[in-house]
Structures are given as structure tokens and as C-alpha cells.
T-cell receptor, first 116, second 111 residues
């Protein structure tokens, strides 16, 4: 059973460029959330996708956008990159675990983005 | 006030010690509570959910005090392999709302 997979693992961009990060959720999960984790901080919620729609959004500018495909995989796009966008970008999938009664997040190993 | 606040750490403890992490959350409507563990440069992994009645998983015990909006994690008989950052996680509000992460508390268990 494949877990959450993300690509690429590392990426180096320059200011002003655009980047696309990809995520495939855990088998059986239909909801994908994206988080940004700066060095020394906890993950910060960017947005969540369910049924190909952005369901919830955190406090991130419109430069951050996303998409979910019919197979539940997702992309995160960041335009006009700033130095401050350098971080670990984590994708997490979720779905009700049988008998658990609450949703738990399962994370991919992340994409380390460096903006120079 | 931050949505989720944790002990700043780091905690450096010898093997075999008992260590406790504390966490407070700001929204009394929050209903889901978790502890995640994150190893250096790795993704967070669910350690355990936290229930009002308290719950235990081997050497790990989690407790929730809704009146005080306080969550704790106790690790008994610390192992070297317990060295990691422990993240307190709460859902933002009632219902299906995003999970909010604390900044994390770094634990180093020393031989």
C-alpha cells in the first residue's frame, strides 16, 4: 500500500520564477492538504482539496494556488517566488480510518524548495 | 495568542528518564487533538491521538484537559530513538477544519 508520494524531493529556483509541486495521496484517501514548513517552525496550512475543489484555505497569498485531479492527486503552484518561500512543502492526505472516528493526516516526505 | 503553543525546548534528557511536553490551544471549539513526531529533515508522523479520557500507548501517555485547553504528552523510560521534535496538533475549530501545528519541542535523549 503506497503512502503519500511527492515530487520532486528538492528544487532550486530563483526569485520571480514559478514552481509546481506534485502529490499523490495514500490509497483510499480523497482529501489532500498542503503545508509549508519553514526552518524551525511547525507546518503552516496552505489549503485543502476535496472533490477537485479548494475546500479551505490558510493565510497565504494568491500566488499560492492548487489543483486536484479526478484520481485525487494534487499540485501546488507558486508564482513570483520570493526568498521567503524557501521551505519544506508537505502534502498530507486524509480519509476516515475505519473505526477511528476522526481524520488523521498522513504526510509525504516533502519537497525542499530553495529560492535564491 | 497563538492558536497552539508548546514548550520552547529543547529538552536534553538521559536514557531512562521521564519527560513531559505541554501544549495549550486557543479555540475552545477545537475537537481533535494529536501528537505528531518529526525526525530531522523528515515528514511529521502521527504518534497518537489525544482523547478526553486520556490514552496510553506503551511508554507514551497523552492527556487532554478541555477546561484548561491544555494537552500533555508523557514519555517514560526514554530511549535514544525517542530523539525527535514533538508537534502538538489541534483542529482549528469544530467539525472538518484544518489541523494547526505548534512550533514543536525538540527532544534529545542522551546515552
Amino acid at each position: 500500500d503506497a503512502g503519500v508520494t511527492q515530487s520532486p524531493t528538492h528544487l532550486i529556483k530563483t526569485r520571480g520564477q514559478q514552481v509546481t509541486l506534485r502529490c499523490s495521496p495514500k490509497s483510499g484517501h480523497d482529501t489532500v492538504s498542503w503545508y509549508q514548513q519553514a526552518l524551525g517552525q511547525g507546518p503552516q496550512f496552505i489549503f485543502q482539496y476535496y472533490e477537485e475543489e479548494e475546500r479551505q484555505r490558510g493565510n497565504f497569498p494568491d500566488r499560492f494556488s492548487g489543483h486536484q485531479f479526478p484520481n485525487y492527486s494534487s499540485e501546488l503552484n507558486v508564482n513570483a517566488l520570493l526568498l521567503g518561500d524557501s521551505a519544506l512543502y508537505l502534502c498530507a492526505s486524509s480519509g476516515l480510518e475505519t473505526g477511528a472516528g476522526d481524520e488523521k493526516l498522513f504526510f509525504g516526505s516533502g519537497t525542499q524548495l530553495s529560492v535564491l | 495568542r497563538k492558536e497552539v503553543e508548546q514548550d520552547p525546548g529543547p529538552f536534553n534528557v538521559p536514557e531512562g528518564a521521564t519527560v513531559a511536553f505541554n501544549c495549550t490551544y486557543s479555540n475552545s471549539a477545537s475537537q481533535s487533538f494529536f501528537w505528531y513526531r518529526q525526525d530531522c529533515r523528515k515528514e511529521p508522523k502521527l504518534l497518537m491521538s489525544v482523547y478526553s479520557s486520556g490514552n496510553e500507548d506503551g511508554r507514551f501517555t497523552a492527556q487532554l484537559n478541555r477546561a484548561s485547553q491544555y494537552i500533555s504528552l508523557l514519555i517514560r523510560d526514554s530511549k535514544l530513538s525517542d530523539s525527535a521534535t514533538y508537534l502538538c496538533v489541534v483542529n482549528r475549530d469544530s467539525g472538518n477544519t484544518p489541523l494547526v501545528f505548534g512550533k514543536g519541542t525538540r527532544l534529545s535523549v542522551i546515552a
